[in-house]
């Protein structure tokens, strides 16, 4: 007689008794055996957007209305605590963090959105041992990569073995590397950038292939609206970008799009090549009258 296995109950069925399991008891039942790993990377973990949170002390993963936390154990071993810290498994004899990125990459396939944030004071080994599982696997793709108070330099580190739509950087020291990103695969096949750091401008130009982007710069000017004029604006794929800048000759800037300007700072003004048509505007950065800082909002009608 043939030994029935667990894929032999009809996929309906099967599905029903998953989605009742929350993501850790999917991947406590990955483990049972390969008929039940293959039924579980089919059915999936229902997580959307999953964020990972680095500390010296632990290592996070959370999504909408749950999460999963990493420790080390008094004694060696691992402690994971899930279902708000109801639920305990104890793993003897692997680290934390090794256990974390392992349990991170499975659910990274079938995610569309991860966020990083970096808290770690004295632990870099953590985010190499992340690199490290991250080159065991192929290239993961995502609809939006954020890194949040992740160093530049670690942010260059990652970046290769993924690909995403929408690219944002909140990140933290030297940004000396920022040429070297836009030799990237994953920046040449974005199509929506945001980096919440000034960018030089004579790196300006290598924003023009991006669909959208949300960027600061400490000295835009009418060069750089030029620029914008005839060269990004012709382009068939850009849509939209805002321009976080220090107080310049707004008026000049807006002379640039509407040689007869006659206006004042804060304007909206629309734009016609012989492509395309666009609102240009101008105001206050968040919309504070007295502050130093502007903001221009260009979009594609």
């Not at 220090?246 to 800037?253: G, M, R, V």
Request: proline letters at 2%; aromatic letters at 14%.
């Amino acid at each position: 007689m043939n030994s029935r296995t667990f894929l032999d109950i009809p996929l309906d069925v099967f599905d029903l008794i998953l989605e009742k399991l929350k993501p850790m008891e999917l991947l406590i039942s990955r483990d049972v055996c390969r008929s039940l790993r293959t039924a579980v990377d089919r059915f999936g973990f229902g997580i959307d957007e999953i964020e990972v949170y680095f500390r010296d002390e632990n290592l996070t993963l959370k999504w909408k209305n749950d999460d999963i936390w990493y420790f080390g154990a008094v004694k060696g071993g691992t402690i994971v605590l899930y279902d708000d810290g109801e639920r305990k498994l104890r793993i003897e004899k692997k680290h934390f963090v090794g256990i974390a990125l392992c349990d991170l990459r499975i659910f990274l396939k079938h995610a569309s959105m991860l966020t990083i944030y970096d808290y770690l004071k004295d632990r870099q080994d953590f985010i190499e041992s992340f690199i490290e599982i991250l080159k065991s696997d192929g290239i993961i793709k995502v609809k939006e990569i954020v890194f949040f108070q992740v160093s530049f330099k670690d942010a260059i580190a990652i970046l290769p073995y993924f690909d995403a739509e929408v690219l944002d950087l909140q990140t933290t020291g030297s940004i000396n590397q920022f040429e070297q990103m836009t030799h990237l695969s994953l920046w040449k096949n974005c199509k929506t950038f945001k980096f919440s750091r000034y960018v030089d401008s004579k790196l300006f130009s290598h924003l023009f292939h991006f669909e959208n982007f949300n960027i600061s710069m400490l000295d835009f000017n009418t060069q750089i609206a030029m620029k914008m004029r005839d060269d990004l604006m012709r382009r068939s794929t850009f849509k939209s970008c805002r321009i976080e800048f220090d107080k310049w000759n707004l008026i000049e800037i807006a002379k640039v799009f509407k040689p007869d300007y006659a206006g004042g700072n804060v304007f909206k003004i629309k734009y016609s090549n012989n492509d395309y048509t666009f609102t240009i505007k101008c105001k206050p950065w968040h919309g504070m009258a007295w502050s130093n800082k502007f903001t221009v909002f260009v979009r594609k009608l």
